[in-house]
């Protein structure tokens, strides 16, 4: 096998995608955008988008991911949007734009029709946190958007097994796909909880940072492997544990954490890369394969099905937001008002990406007796065409469209309170916990030693107060902005000493990268501390953000 093709799709990814952060333009789309011209470069390989790697491979590790950043509180709190979302939804749409697809496109069989609906029902989980992230949506709407990512890829692969079998003769029938959905969706819970708990008690038991990692990197494919190898869904399997793993991180020493945050960072910036890269690599592919349809016939129906993808979003979101809180106090009573911007908004932001593609690839080339899958490569085409349009379409208009309606972002004033209180009760225990400690004679400290345990505390203590106060005229910094600066300038120093040191055979290399390790997490302890942004010129914190 040829690894040169993999390696650069993967560098020329991540060059694009580095180089998007400093532009307006969201990395998903520009990525999409520089594979749709690379794949008429000359000299560029023909990439095919294989789901036997798609799914197994790379849908796991991008949920995994995904999961872990998000917040069990509050998706458990949203619960209900979530569900209507991730299932109702999905199973909506599957059906609803299947049939209007069979009567939109002549010759094209309702159960084939039914199998598109279902290959292009699920917004994007990547696509879908992307663009929350970078637009700083208000909170709710994110956790909303997210928690339907996670989970209607598993509600869209169970209709599309139902579907598929129904179109290529294997007998399915509407009690069999209602029993296929209750195993594959109970199923994969079940086994998430089944795994999370071994797993969490191995991650705590482990005391070396690099076992615990290796752990980390293979828990997506374990969960999504024994899911699947009993016909449940992977995908749920996955994000259970990640969820119940994400929740309880603080149970796992610090030397993991700080590891595994930069190994999943760059897990999945590396595969959200090369997936969105691939997605508008496959233009030749869909072309090639339209068969009697020609392009410009083809062309329509892309921008009928693109409209009817749009529109049943927007049919299913408006009565899903109103009708529940309309009938029902309970719910009225337990979540907050809504107005019509936020339905719109979630309406817009149904992007869909790369699991569509692959299912979509993965539709077999014949039926049971043995003829032709009706209408295949324009089923391919037209999930090719809707996921590039909305992609393009509402990932460029969602900013516009967030500043037209004036929808609040995130109260950083707020915020920063919230943290600074936090900060400060934690700060309270911390101090009591000292005293209590320095009563012990075994704990007993040189006065110098105590009064820097106490300085310690006290600046963490003020250096989030100190962002909601006033800033230096000159630098436009806050007292605690300096004081990490200036923090960064001496470890610089440290360093520069230590190199030099090395370079005149005064101390060895292994000594010197004990000494430089010492140093960054010294000055890592300083960037981290009260800082919410990096500072300027450093990489941002999560996978294309701006």
């Known amino acids: 096998m040829d690894a040169l093709p993999l390696v650069a799709l993967i560098a020329a990814s991540a060059a694009v995608a580095g180089g998007a952060r400093r532009t307006p333009v969201p990395a998903p789309l520009l990525l999409v955008a520089v594979g749709l011209i690379g794949a008429y470069v000359p000299g560029v390989p023909a990439y095919t988008l294989d789901p036997h790697i798609v799914l197994p491979l790379v849908l796991p590790p991008l949920l995994h991911t995904a999961a872990l950043e998000s917040s069990y509180l509050d998706l458990r709190a949203n619960l209900r949007p979530v569900a209507l979302l991730s299932v109702g939804y999905t199973l909506f749409a599957t059906v609803v734009v299947g049939y209007l697809a069979y009567l939109l496109v002549p010759d094209l069989p309702i159960t084939a029709a039914l199998v ?185 129906y892309a921008v009928g099905v693109f409209a009817l993808v749009v529109a049943v979003r927007f049919v299913w979101v408006f009565p899903a937001t109103f009708l529940p809180r309309r009938l029902s106090a309970k719910v009225r009573g337990r979540e907050p008002d809504v107005d019509w911007t936020a339905p719109v908004i979630v309406g817009w932001a149904g992007m869909r990406g790369v699991v569509s593609l692959a299912i979509a690839f993965s539709i077999p080339l014949t039926m049971e007796d043995g003829s032709a899958f009706p209408a295949r490569n324009l089923v391919l085409f037209l999930t090719f065409t809707t996921v590039i349009g909305t992609l393009v379409v509402q990932g460029l208009t969602l900013p516009p469209l967030i500043r037209l309606l004036k929808l609040p972002g995130r109260d950083t004033q707020a915020e920063t309170l919230a943290e600074a209180q936090a900060q400060s009760e934690a700060s309270r225990a911390a101090e009591d916990r000292l005293d209590e400690l320095l009563t012990d004679e075994r704990n007993a400290l040189p006065p110098p030693l105590a009064a820097r345990l106490r300085t310690v505390l006290e600046r963490r203590r003020n250096a989030v107060w100190e962002r909601l106060g006033a800033v230096n005229e000159e630098t436009g910094e806050s007292a605690d902005d300096t004081y990490r600066r200036l923090s960064r300038a001496m470890i610089e120093a440290e360093r520069e000493v230590f190199v030099s040191l090395r370079d005149a055979r005064r101390i060895d290399d292994e000594m010197m990268r004990t000494l430089l390790r010492r140093l960054d997490l010294e000055e890592a302890a300083a960037y981290r501390e009260g800082e919410p942004d990096p500072p300027p010129g450093a990489p941002p914190q999560t996978p294309f953000a701006p």
């Open 116 to 300: 598109l609906g279902a290959v292009i029902a699920p917004p994007d989980a990547v696509a879908a946190t992307a663009i929350a992230r970078r637009l700083r949506l208000p909170g709710r709407i994110t956790t909303i958007l997210q928690g339907e990512s996670l989970v209607n890829d598993a509600t869209a692969i169970t209709a599309y097994k139902v579907a598929l079998a129904s179109a290529v003769g294997a007998g399915a029938t509407w009690g069999g796909g209602l029993k296929e959905f209750a195993l594959a969706s109970i199923g994969g819970i079940g086994v998430g909880l089944v795994l999370m708990l071994p797993i969490h008690w191995l991650r705590r038991h482990l005391h070396e940072a690099l076992l615990q990692n290796t752990l980390s990197l293979l828990i997506p494919f374990i969960a999504y492997a024994a899911a699947e190898q009993v016909g449940a869904s992977g995908v749920l399997a996955v994000v259970v544990v990640a969820l119940y793993l994400g929740h309880r991180s603080w149970q796992v020493d610090f030397a993991t954490r700080l590891q595994e945050e930069a190994v999943w960072k760059m897990v999945a910036f590396l595969l959200e890369s090369a997936v969105f890269a691939l997605i508008g690599l496959q233009m030749p592919v869909v072309l090639r394969g339209l068969g009697e349809y020609g392009v410009g016939e083809a062309v329509w």
